[in-house]
């Protein structure tokens, strides 16, 4: 016996839907359907995360999938995984360059003069954690006049298109490892491969660059309290928009097709020795992802430091263990695995009851021999 | 990139047509083309798609290749002959899914590189698109120039919070 048939299964299924759709709705005509733009704008930090955990970069279709799972990132993330599951695949862009990005914040933890000047942008780094009462009533007329007065005042003309990055000068500094383009190296397409360890470095940060948040920042939070010793210092941390580049079909020249915001950050970690009999160097972590999320970058970046510590000395923490850390920080992934577990286990729950009876039966039999003597 | 009274697809390279085009709203920039290419045989060169593109970006610490993820994109080459006979090819590849906006892009392209008969229209398109550009561009360089950080000494200069 495998199955048991139930009666009704498929109406109460149908019932639970249409409940969701109810709750969805049920402000009634006392409230308004979110738009699009209203996700995309108002609740930017999600609409990134969830963009960057699905794998696609679909500012509008993650918007309706916020909306469609009121906020669930993980649910969001799954139905934009699995829209781009029924796509065509129609290229692949040429190796793009982070230090085109045009930013809207950079910082470093490393220097404070870094080259270029340091810009915090938007950040919650210097917010007091209190609420704030006065968005509880908060006027048509408020929300408008905000935008359009911090638009005014502002003088620009210093600041350039583009920014270089702290790691060139540390690199010029002779303290990092030198830069080495590895333009013909393969990538490796975790969309389309399945991780047999051990994977190249490139499936690590395909794999994190797609993870879970909290997943990432939860095993990289093990290595900073102590089960490994990456120590990093953030180099720099840059959100901004990288621009799109491919082929024109016409002239074969790089051509702009658009643009994604990405949050990127480099850390600095302990430094080491030369196998082959250079100077000791700084070793490098990097992290990089969809959307404006600067946990999940410094959480990449530290957690690419340590499995690269991994790969090379063997793991001596979980941080360090490639299989431990890539297998687990999926987001859709773990959900699926753990929601599974609310689908009925009738016929297996069954067999452990009759074990656990028969266990027992035998228990009593021997307690029942002992006590005769 | 300035707003100047010249044409702007002389000022502004191939490279950067498609990208001020797409600022713009899909259903004008399609409009204008349908009026302007109206009795014109446009055939498509390769079949106009819709679908996605991988990602690649190299990673600044040790300069090697990864997939960042996927992109959505549509992409068209199409010929054109107009009635005067005049030929040219154009093409776009554009981060949307609308297979009609992408296809009216590429014949925008056609149209400015070869200026074809009423390429001012879509140089006007073109100049709309870079003034949208340069609105988005100054709106960010304004985040940046508000929160750049002084760090000189505090005796230096006047307290912040006195100002």
């Given at each position: 016996?495998?199955?048991?048939?139930?009666?009704?299964?498929?109406?109460?299924?149908?019932?639970?839907?249409?409940?969701?759709?109810?709750?969805?709705?049920?402000?009634?005509?006392?409230?308004?359907?979110?738009?699009?733009?209203?996700?995309?704008?108002?609740?930017?930090?999600?609409?990134?995360?969830?963009?960057?955990?699905?794998?696609?970069?679909?500012?509008?279709?993650?918007?309706?999938?916020?909306?469609?799972?009121?906020?669930?990132?993980?649910?969001?993330?799954?139905?934009?995984?699995?829209?781009?599951?029924?796509?065509?695949?129609?290229?692949?862009?040429?190796?793009?360059?982070?230090?085109?990005?045009?930013?809207?914040?950079?910082?470093?933890?490393?220097?404070?003069?870094?080259?270029?000047?340091?810009?915090?942008?938007?950040?919650?780094?210097?917010?007091?954690?209190?609420?704030?009462?006065?968005?509880?009533?908060?006027?048509?007329?408020?929300?408008?006049?905000?935008?359009?007065?911090?638009?005014?005042?502002?003088?620009?003309?210093?600041?350039?298109?583009?920014?270089?990055?702290?790691?060139?000068?540390?690199?010029?500094?002779?303290?990092?490892?030198?830069?080495?383009?590895?333009?013909?190296?393969?990538?490796?397409?975790?969309?389309?491969?399945?991780?047999?360890?051990?994977?190249?470095?490139?499936?690590?940060?395909?794999?994190?660059?797609?993870?879970?948040?909290?997943?990432?920042?939860?095993?990289?939070?093990?290595?900073?309290?102590?089960?490994?010793d990456v120590h990093p210092t953030v180099a720099?941390?840059?959100?901004?928009?990288?621009?799109?580049?491919?082929?024109?079909?016409?002239?074969?020249e790089l051509t702009e097709a658009g643009e994604?915001?990405?949050?990127?950050?480099?850390?600095?970690?302990?430094?080491?020795?030369?196998?082959?009999?250079?100077?000791?160097?700084?070793?490098?972590?990097?992290?990089?992802?969809?959307?404006?999320?600067?946990?999940?970058?410094?959480?990449?970046?530290?957690?690419?430091?340590?499995?690269?510590?991994?790969?090379?000395?063997g793991p001596s923490n979980p941080s360090e263990?490639?299989?431990?850390?890539?297998?687990?920080?999926?987001?859709?992934?773990?959900?699926?695995?753990?929601?599974?577990?609310?689908?009925?286990?009738?016929?297996?729950?069954?067999?452990?009851?009759?074990?656990?009876?028969?266990?027992?039966?035998?228990?009593?039999?021997?307690?029942?021999?002992?006590?005769?003597? | 990139?300035?707003?100047?009274?010249?044409?702007?697809?002389?000022?502004?390279?191939?490279?950067?047509?498609?990208?001020?085009?797409?600022?713009?709203?899909?259903?004008?920039?399609?409009?204008?083309?349908?009026?302007?290419?109206?009795?014109?045989?446009?055939?498509?060169?390769?079949?106009?798609?819709?679908?996605?593109?991988?990602?690649?970006?190299?990673?600044?610490?040790?300069?090697?290749?990864?997939?960042?993820?996927?992109?959505?994109?549509?992409?068209?080459?199409?010929?054109?002959?107009?009635?005067?006979?005049?030929?040219?090819?154009?093409?776009?590849?554009?981060?949307?899914?609308?297979?009609?906006?992408?296809?009216?892009?590429?014949?925008?392209?056609?149209?400015?590189?070869?200026?074809?008969?009423?390429?001012?229209?879509?140089?006007?398109?073109?100049?709309?698109?870079?003034?949208?550009?340069?609105?988005?561009?100054?709106?960010?360089?304004?985040?940046?120039?508000?929160?750049?950080?002084?760090?000189?000494?505090?005796?230096?200069?006047?307290?912040?919070?006195?100002?």
């Amino acid at each position: 016996m495998s199955y048991v048939a139930i009666k009704g299964g498929g109406l109460a299924i149908q019932g639970a839907e249409s409940l969701l759709e109810y709750l969805r709705t049920e402000q009634g005509e006392g409230g308004l359907p979110l738009d699009l733009a209203t996700i995309q704008s108002q609740l930017r930090f999600l609409h990134g995360k969830v963009m960057s955990e699905g794998g696609l970069y679909h500012p509008e279709l993650a918007a309706l999938a916020i909306k469609q799972f009121m906020g669930d990132s993980l649910e969001a993330s799954f139905a934009l995984r699995a829209y781009r599951s029924t796509k065509p695949r129609l290229c692949e862009t040429p190796i793009l360059d982070s230090s085109k990005m045009r930013l809207v914040r950079r910082i470093s933890s490393a220097f404070k003069d870094i080259p270029g000047g340091q810009m915090l942008g938007a950040s919650t780094d210097f917010s007091l954690r209190l609420l704030r009462m006065d968005l509880l009533d908060e006027s048509k007329e408020t929300f408008q006049k905000t935008t359009a007065q911090w638009m005014k005042h502002t003088k620009t003309d210093a600041i350039p298109d583009t920014f270089p990055k702290v790691l060139d000068y540390l690199r010029e500094e002779g303290l990092l490892p030198a830069s080495n383009p590895k333009l013909n190296m393969d990538a490796f397409d975790i969309t389309r491969e399945p991780l047999i360890f051990p994977v190249p470095r490139s499936a690590a940060l395909a794999t994190m660059s797609r993870a879970e948040t909290g997943s990432l920042l939860g095993i990289a939070y093990s290595n900073m309290r102590g089960y490994g010793d990456v120590h990093p210092t953030v180099a720099e941390m840059r959100v901004g928009y990288l621009p799109v580049m491919l082929p024109h079909p016409v002239t074969g020249e790089l051509t702009e097709a658009g643009e994604v915001m990405i949050t990127e950050c480099e850390v600095v970690a302990m430094y080491e020795d030369d196998d082959e009999g250079g100077k000791p160097v700084f070793t490098l972590g990097y992290g990089a992802c969809f959307g404006h999320n600067e946990v999940k970058a410094l959480s990449m970046a530290i957690l690419d430091r340590s499995l690269q510590k991994g790969m090379k000395d063997g793991p001596s923490n979980p941080s360090e263990d490639p299989e431990f850390v890539l297998l687990h920080v999926d987001g859709i992934d773990s959900m699926g695995f753990c929601t599974h577990y609310k689908m009925p286990h009738y016929v297996t729950f069954q067999s452990d009851m009759d074990r656990l009876r028969t266990t027992q039966e035998k228990q009593r039999n021997k307690q029942k021999k002992e006590a005769q003597g | 990139m300035s707003v100047t009274t010249e044409k702007m697809s002389s000022i502004v390279d191939r490279s950067q047509w498609i990208r001020l085009l797409s600022k713009l709203d899909a259903e004008q920039v399609v409009a204008e083309v349908n009026t302007l290419s109206s009795g014109w045989q446009i055939t498509p060169k390769s079949l106009p798609q819709s679908g996605l593109a991988m990602l690649k970006l190299e990673d600044s610490a040790y300069n090697e290749p990864f997939y960042l993820g996927e992109i959505p994109l549509a992409t068209a080459w199409v010929d054109i002959v107009t009635p005067e006979g005049s030929n040219a090819d154009g093409a776009a590849q554009v981060m949307v899914d609308n297979l009609e906006f992408v296809q009216a892009l590429a014949v925008c392209d056609g149209i400015l590189a070869n200026r074809l008969p009423g390429y001012e229209r879509i140089d006007e398109l073109l100049r709309q698109g870079l003034e949208q550009c340069n609105r988005e561009e100054q709106r960010r360089k304004n985040m940046l120039a508000a929160t750049r950080v002084d760090f000189s000494l505090l005796d230096a200069v006047e307290d912040d919070d006195e100002n």
